[in-house]
């Protein structure tokens, strides 16, 4: 004997454009990065037409565009963003043309330097640091995430370049771009380092002066000797400005009550592991 049931017998179904509108909202701040990394390889595309970009270059840069992609993904998932922001697609635009730079980079070793495509991207990457600040003052979007992005797209620009100028100039120049990650690791063993420093816009005009230099360096726009004078200064207050920021945190450290210090101390493995994940998901 067959049964009729009524509709509350029946087990729901969700519609398929209520899932679909859910699935697109959570998509929404993803949708970013993901231009982004077809846009990097846009830019291998460019610079093989142009340049004839080779294996190694393509390897690099399409390295750099899936990780920077993954790593943006995770930390938006890890904030729990629900947009991109104005601001960060600034910065998105500017890791782009770094993406560009390392693929140069990478693929010019032992052979000719496409000089003048290199110094292109490198100073639009400069210039559009600026920007990405600037929009997010005025669009009231800055986060902890934006600064952080940020803060890793000019290092590893600074890092690249230095790369590229220590072949002519000498190995010296990568402590240029290897102090910032020196400073970061050591910050894992002595938790003193980690705390937030002032604000101060010196230390910002320094790490600009970095990409400057090196750019004016790596141009060949001037004679080796005064390249190596200009970066040699350009170094000299890239040190000075770490220099004060690790004094500020030992006395600051310094100051605090003993009881504040003996509970960092207890507490230094879980803050490792908290900085670690920080870190890998790009969010400060």
Known sequence: MTTLRSHADVPFRYAP???FGDWYVAF?????????????????????????LGVVGW?????????????LCRALHRTRARVFGPANAVTLTRATFVGGVAAIVADTAGRAVPVAALAVLAS???????????????????????????ME???????????????????????????RYVFVAASWVMI?????????????????????????A?????PGRVSVIVVAVS??????????????????????????????LEAAPVQRRDALRERTALAG
């Open 59 to 71: 390897l690099a840069g399409g390295a750099y565009g899936v990780a920077l992609w993954a790593l």
């Open 17 to 19: 454009s209520v899932a």
């Open 235 to 264: 170094m000299a207050a890239l040190f000075w400005s770490f220099g004060r920021d690790v004094a500020w945190l030992w006395s600051s450290a310094q100051l605090r009550p003993l009881d504040d210090r003996i509970g960092e």
């Open 153 to 179: 797209v000019d290092a590893f620009l600074i890092l690249v370049l230095s790369v590229f100028v220590a072949q002519f100039l000498g190995g010296w120049v990568l402590a240029i771009g290897a102090l």
């Open 192 to 216: 003193w380092l980690r705390a937030a420093l002032p604000v101060k816009y010196s230390r910002k005009t320094v790490a600009a002066l970095q990409g400057v230099a090196l750019v004016v």
């Open 218 to 222: 790596g141009s060949g726009l001037l």
């Open 28 to 52: 929404a701040p993803y949708r970013v990065p993901t231009v982004g990394l077809f846009a990097q390889f846009a830019v291998l595309g460019a610079l093989a037409s142009t340049m004839g």
């Open 124 to 150: 639009v990457a400069l210039l559009l640091d600026a920007a990405d600040g600037f929009v997010a003052r005025r669009t009231g979007s800055s986060t902890a995430l934006g600064a952080r992005f940020d």
